[in-house]
């Protein structure tokens, strides 16, 4: 009798064959975590917030930056970035290269974005300044007048 190969298959079955493939990914992940944390502690917060390690591979840590300035600083940095890392247990790293991703720029501001939210504030008008806004309304041109009105009518809401 033929297999069914549209049959499904077990769980376990399936979670063998990748159970090798997700380690390797994650023991990747947790490598490159740890690289960006020495990188961090390296670069300092603001520089490092435009940078991120990409890869690493065959003693070579690949460094993404945001910009070409960013990189180019980077680059003079290399040489102190490779003592850095070989200090903090990296001592098969053999060198660093440095490249341009501007798609990184996304990524980063995105999650930077995220995690440093902040409410907007309400900024309100003062009466004061509605009144003041009327009266410089009173001698503007009809164009100006009919904005300078309008703008003074959400101060006057704002009153206590």
Known sequence: MAKDRYAPKALNDIMAGLS???????????SLSTQ?????SFLGDTLSAKCRVSNYRDGTLMIEAISAPI?????YLKMDMLSHFRA?????????KITTNPQA?????ALKNELNKKPATQRQMSAQTA??????????PASLKAKLERLARHGKHNKP
């Open 20 to 30: 090798g493939r997700l380690s390797s990914y994650a023991g990747k992940s947790q």
């Open 36 to 40: 960006q944390a020495l990188l961090q």
């Open 71 to 75: 990189a180019l600083r980077l680059n």
């Open 88 to 96: 903090a247990g990296m001592a098969e790293l053999g060198q660093i």
């Open 105 to 109: 720029t996304q990524r980063l501001t």
């Open 131 to 140: 009144d003041h806004l009327t009266a410089l309304a009173a001698n503007a």
